[in-house]
């Protein structure tokens, strides 16, 4: 069975960190884009980053860009996103995808496996 699980998420203060990890199983990474997607409230789902699986490129929103480090390993299956000096806005359910397609897309159409996501609270 395809399976995505994502762990890591919690309560944080504003300036804080979280590392998301994206573990998947009945299939490997790989050959797949890795992307990471939230969705907050009463909002659509947007895209946060996303990682190749032909060359490592990556991509990161604007919004997060310089704060968020999306890498993969391989080896363990598993994709993190590793979230720094994280802001409320941040506050979301962040959900990991998989597609099978060797480069970096933003698009959630795209997106063929989706975990159940973790829920990322940032609040004083």
């Known amino acids: 069975q395809l399976q995505l699980v994502e762990s890591g998420g919690g309560l944080v203060q504003p300036g804080g960190s979280l590392r998301l990890s994206c573990a998947a199983s009945?299939?490997?990474?790989?050959?797949?884009?890795i992307g990471w997607f939230r969705q907050a409230p009463g909002k659509e789902r947007e895209g946060v980053s996303c990682?190749?699986?032909?060359?490592?490129?990556?991509y990161y929103a604007d919004s997060v860009k310089g704060r968020f480090t999306i890498s993969r390993d391989n080896a363990k299956n598993t994709v993190y996103l590793q979230m720094n000096s994280l802001k409320p806005e941040d506050t979301a359910v962040y959900y990991c995808?998989?597609?099978?397609?060797?480069?970096?897309?933003?698009?959630?159409?795209?997106?063929?496996?989706w975990g159940h996501g973790t829920q990322v609270t940032v609040s004083s």
């Open positions: 990682i190749s699986s032909s060359d490592g490129s990556t």
């Open positions: 995808a998989a597609a099978d397609l060797p480069y970096t897309i933003m698009v959630v159409t795209a997106y063929h496996y």
């Open positions: 009945g299939f490997t990474l790989d050959y797949h884009v």
